[in-house]
């Protein structure tokens, strides 16, 4: 039996000129990895067809389409730069198609008549082939010469944003900008480094080092500057914390708990003597305290907390107690390990009578750290994150401190044991004192739109430089370019500016607080911290999510950032408890608009909503899907003013009902939670979304308006958008109207995508506390930067080339 004939090497091949317009199809076809043997040998037969070819190249050209020969990839390899060093010089290769390709390899060799035949005619012949071939010759061809794709093509520049990011960053630092400044700065300082690998008791050591310094350039200045007895400007110690939030999250709320916690309830709940005695020792940190309400058996609810507080006339002392194990304190922060006095929330008992809930000064540690007799403190251990704070467990036995030692603004005990207060009734007197800590939550909804910026920072710089997906043998697309990637991180970039606009209206509410409006502002920053704080924690979700496997080095700061801010739902209050007191202040609220001057309370009431059905829940408004329609804040504004309304008016007579009906008020209540926790979530967004506009109109440069425009206009759709349910049920929208609000908000996300980094920019996070590589144009902690070559997304062969 003969021996079958080789098939020709690559370079045989390369020397027939009659071959040199196949050539690019020869390779895809052994490179495409889909053809079956018969398709190949009806290539063949087609090829060897040809007019142009003589004996020899019809004979080599039958053994390299013989699908029991297929050619090794050094084979391969000779025919692929052979390709590409021929069309070197190829311009617009992009746009060629296999046949194209092949006329050019023929040109080269033979003129504009090669092979004897003109190159129209050639390039017909080439094209049947390439039918049979059936791939998608312009992707083949991109896979082929990725080189002469890229020169035809420059890369496109980074986009340059519509606006100044330094002009955004100067609104966003509108109020207290010489504080932010300052507090950056300190920041930056060489000291303020993550570290790595440390214990959890290095680390704690190391937040406390933190602390002093910051103590010591004067952060306990801001919160209780000397010469302003009582008259600290807490929305400078506010704007501290929350740009103290970029960096380290724990140091933000180690220094949260001392001087925002400890040092304000000396600062509110004390007396002269007290701000005297203490404040300058709390300012520089001479004097390490903690905030001790929380016990295991009763969390939120302080009110009936179980630590004893029992004067002794005697010796002019009270005595602490703690009764249970459940009346432990629990969760204390600065208790484990540094802390040497605490604020203690104890049922105060005076002659055989309880007579609430009061705060006392206790102290835990002597000057050396040694636990002092009667307090037993366990340290809380490891923690899901916060583990440079040391929280820790309180017990009291029989601890004695002076009758002096009781915070005694709001209820004051005489030497004789007699009990004097200028508020009458426990209950109003036990508000009037938590309402004077409201500060607490108002710096963790700050510092929650931090840590969020944070997240979007670099979750957005990195998807403007990390290429994923895109046309076979093109450069490969920037996630941010990608329609999907938009949605995901955009509409919380909006979020974000939105919620900044609301917390400096929170914040100056705060600050400027009356008799008269202390418990709306309270409800207001129930609320707002809940929002704040459940947006950080979902938009750090999405960002670590939009980071892919990147997201999940810890060097890229977004495990830690998820980590230390999931307890933000849950300290400074729990935002479920939170909202539903938000939803009971507007029940008290919707009750006296009609209980004065009923009859007039009633027709305006009536009429206000009357209005709001004629005009927005008419068929013609309903239906209307136009942009400009779509893109008016007062269509989004309305629509969440309607829907809080109908809420607040559905909950109202519900409660009624059950009320009417004999239900106990407690189990009312508890029958309509859900609803409770929608009206107050409507509520609070509609403040969010009126704030923001407030704030835009109020901005002086024109040219940032449009961009915060387009940003607002996200904002209010996103908001409708995930109540279209409920919009639906009640009427509001009609079904196009509501597909039609999805296709605006991908068209603003698109609108938004060149401004993305400047926005981000423009949260003004120094570099130093960002810290991710990723967030900061590198692959790895000092490694090579995003470029073109690190960032190259050029794939070689031909795979999933073929036509469908």
């Known amino acids: 039996m003969l021996d079958a004939p080789s098939r020709p090497s690559a370079r045989e091949l390369l020397s027939q000129s009659g071959l040199a317009p196949l050539i690019p199809m020869l390779y895809v076809a052994w490179t495409d990895g889909e053809l079956s043997a018969e398709e190949l040998r009806s290539l063949g037969e087609a090829a060897r067809a040809q007019p142009w070819l003589d004996l020899k190249a019809n004979s080599i050209l039958a053994l390299w389409v013989d699908p029991l020969r297929p050619p090794p990839p050094r084979e391969l390899a000779l025919l692929r730069e052979h390709i590409r060093a021929t069309a070197q010089h190829l311009v617009g290769g992009e746009h060629h198609t296999l046949a194209g390709l092949g006329v050019h390899l023929a040109q080269v060799l033979g003129g504009d008549a090669p092979l004897g035949m003109p190159l129209p005619q050639l390039g017909q012949a080439l094209a049947s082939l390439e039918a049979t071939l059936g791939v998608d010759g312009k992707e083949a061809v991109r896979s082929l010469l990725p080189q002469a794709s890229r020169a035809a093509r420059s890369e496109a520049p980074s986009h340059t944003a519509s606006f100044d990011p330094a002009a955004m960053t100067g609104v ?20 303020f480094r993550y570290p790595e690998g440390l214990s959890t008791t290095a680390y704690r050591d190391q937040v406390f080092t933190w602390l002093k310094h910051l103590a010591d350039d004067g952060l306990g200045q801001l919160a209780f500057p000397k010469g302003r007895e009582g008259g600290a400007d807490l929305g400078a110690f506010i704007a501290a914390f929350e740009t103290m939030a970029f960096f380290d999250l724990s140091l933000v709320i180690k220094a949260g708990v001392h001087f925002g916690l400890f040092g304000s309830s000396i600062l509110f709940l004390g007396t002269k003597r007290h701000h005297q005695q203490y404040l300058p020792k709390v300012a520089t940190l001479e004097l390490p305290g903690c905030f001790a309400m929380s016990e295991l058996g009763h969390g939120s609810n302080v009110r009936d907390c179980e630590t004893v507080a029992r004067y002794d006339a005697k010796t002019g002392e009270f005595v602490i107690d703690t009764p249970s194990e459940t009346a432990r304190k629990e969760w204390i922060g ?22 609430g809930v009061h705060a006392l000064l206790v102290p835990l540690r002597d000057a050396h750290g040694k636990v002092l007799p009667g307090i037993r403190i366990e340290d809380c251990g490891d923690k899901m994150g916060l583990n440079g704070v040391d929280n820790g467990r309180l017990w009291f036995h029989g601890v004695r401190v002076p009758r002096e030692n009781l915070l005694d603004r709001y209820g004051q005990v005489t030497e004789a044991g007699e009990y004097t207060s200028s508020i009458t009734g426990d209950s109003k007197r036990f508000f009037t004192m938590l309402g004077a800590l409201v500060a607490g939550r108002v710096s963790v909804a700050c510092a929650s739109l931090s840590a969020a910026k944070s997240a979007l920072t670099i979750a957005v710089r990195y998807g403007d430089l990390r290429r994923q997906f895109g046309p076979v043998g093109a450069r490969e697309v920037r996630l941010l370019d990608h329609q999907s990637h938009q949605l995901r991180l955009l509409p919380l970039v909006a979020k ?9 209206y929170l914040v100056d509410r705060y600050v400027h607080r009356t008799e008269d409006d202390a418990r709306e502002v309270e409800a207001l920053a129930a609320g707002l911290k ?3 704080s459940w947006n950080a924690t979902a938009t750090v979700q999405e960002a670590r999510e939009a980071c892919g496997g990147q997201g999940y080095l810890t060097a890229n700061r977004l495990p830690s950032l998820k980590a230390d801010t999931d307890v933000f739902t849950t300290f400074e209050g729990d935002n479920t408890v939170l909202m539903q007191l938000v939803a009971k202040g507007l029940l008290t609220g919707y009750r006296q608009r009609f209980e004065d001057d009923r009859v007039f309370a009633v027709l305006k009431l009536l009429m206000e909503r009357a209005a709001t059905v004629v005009t927005d829940r008419n068929p013609i408004a309903g239906r209307r899907t136009d942009s400009d329609h779509l893109r008016d804040s007062d269509f989004h504004l309305r629509a969440l003013r309607f829907r809080e309304e109908e809420i607040l008016a559905s909950v109202s007579k519900r409660i009624r009902k059950r009320l009417t009906a004999g239900v106990e008020a407690f189990e009312a209540f508890n029958q309509v939670q859900v609803h409770l926790l929608a009206l107050a979530h409507a509520s609070v967004e509609r403040i969010v979304l009126e704030q923001f506009l407030r704030g835009v109109a109020a901005v002086k440069d024109e040219a940032l308006k449009p961009v915060l425009g387009r940003l607002a206009d996200l904002f209010g759709l996103s908001c409708l958008e995930s109540a279209s349910g409920w919009f639906l049920e009640h009427g509001y929208l009609e079904a196009p109207k509501a597909k039609a609000i999805r296709k605006e908000r991908v068209q603003l996300c698109a609108e938004l995508r060149p401004d993305a980094v400047g926005l981000v920019d423009a949260f003004g996070i120094p570099d130093t506390c960002l810290s991710a590589p990723i967030g900061l144009g590198r692959l790895a902690p000092g490694g090579e930067r995003f470029d073109d070559g690190a960032a190259d997304g050029t794939r070689e062969g031909s795979a999933d080339s073929r036509a469908t």
């Open 334 to 355: 600065n208790a484990a390990r540094h802390a040497r006095m605490a604020t203690v929330f104890a049922q105060l008992e005076v002659d055989g009578e309880r007579l």
């Open 496 to 504: 974000a500016y939105a919620l900044d606009f609301a917390l400096e």
């Open 172 to 191: 966003l630092d509108r109020t207290y900008a010489d504080v932010r400044k300052q507090v950056r700065g300190w920041l930056e300082d060489a000291e």
């Open 530 to 532: 809940a929002y704040a």
